[in-house]
Structure formats: structure tokens, C-alpha cells
């Protein structure tokens, strides 16, 4: 009996040792699993007193893959992903735009419909605006308000930018027109009036009077206005593509118009070719030189009567890419920062030139490098 009683208990002693196996397995298994899909370490940035410019990748249409870089011109050294390492979040749908604000920087993560704002020398979150359509830019009029564009509100969001609170709205719709007009870009301010673009089926350009916070007027433009500057003059220069061939509202040449603020009158038409598709106007800090996108960079003085014949900086990948995708001009120092989405699918490329046109540095970033917003104090 002691020598079965040994052999029942020998074989009880084993059961317990399979079954605290699979036990102790499936805690592996499941702390494994855990760990898996938890947020990576946060990092923590410190960009206090850097003089360096924020590059906001665009990413991919519904992937949610946007991403915020950093990169610092005295160190050339350049930080990725740094809102969600930061923040353990993902920034969103299509990031449009960052415009900085004090301390702060207001991100613009167009499909997911919010704006996020951050800390500008840490990267970290501080709030959000949510339940908007589909933003595009932010401009601040004063501490109590700014303005917010979208592309397919017929209006335009006032919030507080210290609160973070919407506080109102601007009705721009056009009830006359078969298209959903207007939609609202970028925001040139001159005196009390705010200069928008309508880029989306449209040809206008929307005055509105910041103190009253009311549509006032608006000036026709070629098809498109995909961008705008105001140069030493309070000239108002407004970069068109012209639509697209089978276009319902249209198809016309790409054109450049310089338009005086003050009487809202235009002064001088520059026309492109038929295939040309300009963007990305920008102006350099003595606003005496225009830079634009076609395929590659282009620069002009506001001076010109007639468009570059040869180009500022040129694009290797023209044929293949379609040219560069970004463009802007460091406010500090006049340095041309250039963003090259290449195939839109893998990170992106931007070159660093200096005024005159020669390659200081290169780098990669996130998926599409669309915007940059540049720290200068």
C-alpha cells in the first residue's frame, strides 16, 4: 500500500508541477502581451533657447501616421516623432500646420479635426481644440482671440488662445454658388483686416475685420490661390495653381498677382505655363524676395516685372517625384528650408540652403514634411 500510496502521490506531485508550468506560462505570456502594447518610454526634450524650427509631417491620408521632427541649425542635430515620444500619443490624421504662439505651439491635425497644443521647449501636450471640420491654419489677433481656417466649414473658428476655448464663429458661405464656398487658408494680416484664401473651388481672396470679427469684402483671383505673402510695400502677392484639367469649376493657366493692400486693387498679373503648378509662397524676412514651389525653388525680387526663367534651387527627381513638396524661409537668418516628400510613402527629406542658394544640410524627417514653424527667440 506505502508503495501505491508513493506512486499516487508521486504522480499528484507531478500534475501540480505540469499544471504551475502552464500557470506560470501564461503569466509570461500575458506580461508579455502586456508589454507589447504598452506606450514606449517618454522622452524628455529640452529645447529652451534653441533657435531651431519645427517640421510638421503631413503623413498619410486615413493612416494617422502625421508626426512632429525638431531640428536644431547650430547643432544640425534633428529630433523625430516628437510628440509621441513626448507624449505617448500619436499626433493624428494629416498634420497641416504649426503656428507658434509665445510659449506655445498650435498644431493642426486636419482630419482628425483638432488642433494640439504644445509646450515649444518640451514638446509637451497642454490641450487641445476638438470638434472642429477640417482645420488648416491658426492666427493670433491678440491674447483673447485667434482665428482658425478649415476647408470645408463655411466658417472660421475665433477661440482664446490662452484658455484654449472657442469663443465664436465667422460665416464666410457663399449661398449663391453651386460649390461648397468658401473654404479658408492661410491668414495675411494688414491694420484691423485679416486676408484669407479660398483655395478649394474658389478664385477669392475674403477680407475680414478683426475687430468686428466680420466678413467686409472680398478681391477675385486666378482660380485656386494656394498661398499668399505681404511684402515691404503692404503689397499683398497671391500664388494661384488654376485648377485642374475637368475641373467643374474651372481650369485656367497658374498666376501670380500683386494686389496693394490698402485699395485692394491689382497692380501687376504674372501667368505660368499651362501645365506649371505653383505653391508654397513664401517671403524672406526684409520682405523683398519672394520664393515659390514649381517642381523646384524659384525666387524673385517684388521689384520684378516678369517671372524667374531659371530656377534657385533645383530638384533632382522632377520626373519621377514630381519635385519638392515644401518651402520656407528662416526668419533669423534667411536660410531656405526645403521639404522633399519623395514617394509620400517612405520618411521624407529637407534640405537646408543658405540665401544664396548652397547646401548647408540634410536630413530626415516623418512622412511628408509639409510645414515648419520656426523658434526665434
Not at 183 to 200: A, D, G, R, V
Not at 280 to 305: G, Q, S
Request: proline letters at 4%.
Amino acid at each position: 500500500m506505502k508503495k501505491e500510496e508513493g506512486k499516487s502521490h508521486q504522480s499528484l506531485v507531478i500534475r501540480k508541477r505540469k499544471l504551475n508550468g502552464l500557470l506560470l506560462l501564461l503569466v509570461i505570456m500575458l506580461l508579455l502581451s502586456s508589454c507589447s502594447e504598452s506606450p514606449v518610454d517618454t522622452v524628455y526634450f529640452n529645447f529652451s533657447g534653441d533657435h531651431g524650427v519645427y517640421i510638421v509631417n503631413e503623413g498619410n491620408f486615413m493612416y494617422g501616421n502625421s508626426s512632429l521632427s525638431f531640428y536644431n541649425p547650430d547643432t544640425k542635430r534633428v529630433y523625430n516623432q516628437v510628440f509621441q515620444a513626448r507624449n505617448g500619443v500619436p499626433l493624428g490624421d494629416v498634420a497641416q500646420s504649426m503656428s507658434i504662439w509665445k510659449n506655445l505651439g498650435f498644431i493642426v491635425v486636419n482630419n482628425s479635426g483638432k488642433i494640439y497644443i504644445i509646450d515649444n521647449s518640451t514638446g509637451e501636450y497642454k490641450g487641445h481644440i476638438s470638434g472642429l471640420s477640417s482645420p488648416r491654419y491658426v492666427h493670433f489677433i491678440n491674447e483673447k482671440k485667434a482665428y482658425i481656417t478649415d476647408l470645408y466649414s463655411k466658417k472660421m473658428t475665433i477661440f482664446n488662445p490662452t484658455t484654449f476655448q472657442v469663443t465664436g464663429f465667422i460665416p464666410v458661405g457663399n449661398s449663391n454658388s453651386e460649390f461648397s464656398q468658401h473654404s479658408t487658408e492661410q491668414m495675411i494680416p494688414y491694420k484691423n483686416l485679416i486676408f484669407t484664401n479660398c483655395w478649394s473651388y474658389d478664385n477669392k481672396i475674403l477680407i475680414i475685420n478683426s475687430d468686428t470679427d466680420q466678413l467686409v469684402d472680398s478681391i477675385e483671383v486666378f482660380k485656386q490661390p494656394n498661398s499668399m505673402v505681404i511684402d515691404r510695400d503692404n503689397k499683398l502677392w497671391v500664388l494661384s495653381d488654376g485648377g485642374f484639367e475637368g475641373s467643374p469649376f474651372g481650369y485656367e493657366q497658374a498666376g501670380l498677382l500683386k494686389i496693394d493692400a490698402e485699395t485692394r486693387e491689382i497692380e501687376r498679373t504674372f501667368q505660368f505655363e499651362k501645365n506649371d503648378r505653383p505653391m508654397n509662397l513664401c517671403i524672406n524676412p526684409t520682405k523683398d524676395t519672394l520664393y515659390f514651389l514649381n517642381r523646384h525653388a524659384w525666387k524673385m525680387a517684388v521689384t520684378e516685372k516678369h517671372l524667374p526663367e531659371k530656377p534657385f534651387i533645383t530638384s533632382e527627381y522632377t520626373s519621377l517625384y514630381g519635385g519638392f513638396f515644401s518651402l520656407a524661409i528662416d526668419p533669423a537668418n534667411r536660410d531656405v528650408y526645403v521639404g522633399d516628400a519623395i514617394d509620400h510613402r517612405q520618411n521624407g527629406l529637407v534640405y537646408r540652403y543658405d540665401a544664396s542658394g548652397k547646401l548647408i544640410d540634410s536630413f530626415k524627417v516623418g512622412i511628408s514634411p509639409g510645414d515648419f514653424a520656426f523658434i526665434t527667440e
